[in-house]
């Protein structure tokens, strides 16, 4: 009898929590939505016009950086690195909103230019197929980094109300609550997905 008391209230502080959050999501989708806007905007500018040379210079250190941090990893620490990199991304974006919404603007400029400069590098070299390698990872990371982003731009936008303090507390929470139940498992899906295309692509 008390393992099933246990296992009925175990449900019920999962559902309970799952529910608030995709409640929470729901009230947060225009942040959200903007967050994907502005990516995409500057993921096509990215692939539509040439990148000045000093942010070309930029990302190619930073890709260089991210093939050096993978090297002679294992499946294992792959997943973990990736797992961590995005969660930081994600928890960044999200909690520094609090700045009037600035850091989760900047992250979804930057992460779409340079994905989108990516991408046209790897469709110059290679071709469009290619991309469809890099799906499977992306059905899962990119909402995470969406929602995150989203929420982190309504926090910010928090500091406006007339009980800010108030306002910013209510947010905190609820976006905490968001990020533990959905952002964090999609993180961990995009992890394996990604860890395992690294290995077997390369």
Not at 34 to 39: A, D, E, G, P, Y
């Given at each position: 009898m008390k393992t099933k008391k246990k296992s009925k209230t175990n449900e019920s502080f999962f559902s309970r929590n799952y529910k608030l959050s995709w409640n929470y999501l729901k009230e947060s989708r225009k942040a959200i939505y903007?967050?994907?806007?502005?990516?995409i905007l500057f993921f096509v500018i990215a692939i539509i016009f040439p990148a000045p040379a000093l942010i070309e210079e930029q990302i190619?250190?930073?890709?260089?950086?991210l093939i050096d941090k993978f090297e002679g990893k294992n499946l294992l620490q792959t997943m973990f690195m990736i797992f961590g990199n995005n969660a930081l991304v994600s928890l960044i974006g999200l909690f520094l909103g609090i700045l009037f919404s600035f850091v989760p603007l900047?992250?979804?400029?930057?992460?779409?230019?340079?994905?989108?400069y990516v991408s046209k590098i790897v469709v110059s070299k290679t071709s469009i197929f290619e991309m469809w390698r890099l799906l499977p990872h992306g059905i899962f990371e990119l909402p995470a980094v969406f929602i995150s982003l989203g929420l982190g731009l309504r926090l910010g936008l928090s500091l406006f109300y007339k009980n800010a303090d108030k306002k910013i507390i209510e947010r905190l929470k609820k976006s905490l609550r968001v990020f533990i139940f959905v952002v964090l498992p999609l993180l961990v899906v995009a992890a394996v997905i990604e860890g395992l295309l690294i290995k077997i692509i390369g």
């Open positions: 903007l967050s994907i806007v502005l990516f190619k250190d930073i890709i260089k950086q900047v992250l979804a400029i930057s992460n779409g230019y340079m994905i989108g």
